[in-house]
C-alpha cells in the first residue's frame, strides 16, 4: 500500500523560508514522478511543483513560484522535498504531495497534507 507522509509545515513570517519533506513508502519510489500541490482555504487544490522519475531530475512548476520554491527528491531517501524561499501570506495552504505510477500522467497517490501559514 503507497503511503506518503508530509512534514515540515508551520507558521513562518512572510519573507522566511520552509522545506516540506514528504516520505513515501510502499513503492518503487524512484519510478514514480512526484509532485506538490497546494489548497488555501475557500480555493481549488492547484499544481505547485513536479519531478520526473529516475535520475533525470527534470522539473516543472508554475509558473508564478518559478525562482521563490524548488523541488528535490532523494531517490535513496524514498523522500521527495519542497523548499519555499521568500513567503509570502498567498502561500498560506495545505500542501499535498503526490505521486504518478510508471506510464501514467494521472496523480494516484496523495498525502494527507500539512499546513503553512504565512503571516505579514
Known amino acids: 500500500q503507497v503511503q506518503l507522509v508530509e512534514s515540515g509545515g508551520g507558521l513562518v513570517q512572510a519573507g522566511g523560508s520552509l522545506r516540506l519533506s514528504c516520505a513515501a513508502s510502499?513503492?518503487?519510489?524512484?519510478?514514480?514522478?512526484m509532485g506538490w500541490f497546494r489548497q488555501a482555504p475557500g480555493k481549488e487544490r492547484e499544481f505547485v511543483a513536479s519531478?520526473?522519475?529516475?535520475?533525470?531530475?527534470?522539473?516543472d512548476y508554475r509558473d508564478s513560484l518559478k525562482g521563490r520554491f524548488t523541488i528535490s527528491r532523494d531517490n535513496a531517501k524514498n523522500t521527495v522535498y519542497l523548499q519555499m524561499n521568500s513567503l509570502k501570506p498567498e502561500d498560506t495552504a495545505v500542501y499535498f504531495c503526490?505521486?504518478?505510477?510508471?506510464?501514467?500522467?494521472?496523480?494516484?497517490?496523495w498525502g494527507q497534507g500539512t499546513q503553512v501559514t504565512v503571516s505579514s
Open positions: 503526490a505521486a504518478a505510477p510508471p506510464g501514467r500522467s494521472t496523480w494516484s497517490n
Open positions: 510502499g513503492l518503487t519510489f524512484s519510478s514514480y514522478r
Open positions: 519531478i520526473s522519475s529516475g535520475y533525470s531530475y527534470y522539473t
